[in-house]
């Protein structure tokens, strides 16, 4: 339900009837809440019991893009990936809105990665053709470019891996120190046993090992790359901080060197 685009669909009658009725089925199902990105739908929950959560593909970002949400509806708001590790405007947006404020753990796409909405889109129109009409085909694309260009930059730059803003199970105490406790395990396209061992390693708080065994990232770099999670140990302090000038700061450059190895086949 968090498609980043319906091509319009929502907005006609036809439209309209269909989410109304799918909406209706859930909270008849007893659902407990419907995460979406649209802002339509976001009003068009206001008339079920069921919870609002506004997708992190809604690319809310700021204080003003949260409380905006929230005055339409929002029960509970994942935020942008970008900012996970920007503590000072986390703590500005949970000020900002009386909602429930989550993040989104263990996503492993670059930071402000420039395909990110297109890349969504890809996905909405591809999955919106066949719910949209049972005899639609999707489209025939010829391969996913975003999803080969995001591999190819970090093999050929393996510190956008380090750059990325995930969580690591250990440093889920920081946020809760700023009242953030809410917290989102992405890969629910991954097989049951890895979505498991990612939710052990958040449970515990504890992950021993390379740090992309639980990163929802392309396998292809998990088998190539191996990042020591022990070494990264503290490194949320920096983190915490940074102004996310990477040509000047260097420092995720530099704890690549040492963290990050080539795993010899």
């Known amino acids: 339900m968090n498609a980043s685009c319906l091509g319009g669909y929502h907005l006609t009658f036809q439209g309209y009837k269909t989410f109304e009725w799918y909406f209706n089925e859930l909270d008849k199902a007893g659902v407990d809440g419907v995460t979406v990105a649209e802002p339509y739908l976001v009003e068009l929950l206001r008339d ?20 905006f949400f929230e005055a339409l ?9 970008n900012i996970n590790r920007d503590f000072g405007m986390l703590e500005a947006i949970k000020k900002a809105v009386h909602c429930d404020i989550r993040v989104l753990v263990n996503e492993g796409c670059l930071y402000k990665c420039p395909f990110r909405h297109a890349h969504f889109n890809l996905f909405s129109h591809i999955t919106a053709a066949r719910s949209s009409s049972p005899q639609a085909q999707p489209p025939n694309i010829f391969g996913d470019y975003y999803f080969d260009k995001c591999i190819s930059i970090r093999v050929r730059d393996p510190s956008q891996i380090i750059r990325s803003p995930w969580i690591r199970p250990e ?18 396209a991954n097989t ?31 088998y190539t790359f191996y990042v020591d999670n022990a070494l990264l ?12 000038i990477c040509d000047e700061c260097r ?12 795993i010899k086949k």
Not at 172 to 185: C, P, R, V
């Open 171 to 188: 440093d889920l105490k920081d946020y809760e120190a700023i009242g953030i406790d809410g917290f989102k395990i992405s890969g629910r």
């Open 192 to 222: 049951v046993s890895w979505i498991l061992n990612c939710m052990v390693a958040y449970h515990h708080r504890e992950l021993k090992g390379n740090l992309l065994e639980v990163l929802d990232c392309p396998s292809e770099l998990s």
């Open 48 to 67: 079920y019991s069921m919870e609002t959560v506004i997708s992190c593909v809604a690319h809310v970002d700021s204080p003003q893009r949260a409380e």
């Open 233 to 244: 140990d503290g490194c949320i302090s920096q983190w915490k901080n940074c102004k996310k």
């Open 73 to 81: 509806g929002a029960d509970a708001i994942a935020v942008d990936t």
């Open 251 to 262: 420092y995720c450059d530099e704890l690549t060197s040492k963290v990050l190895k080539v």
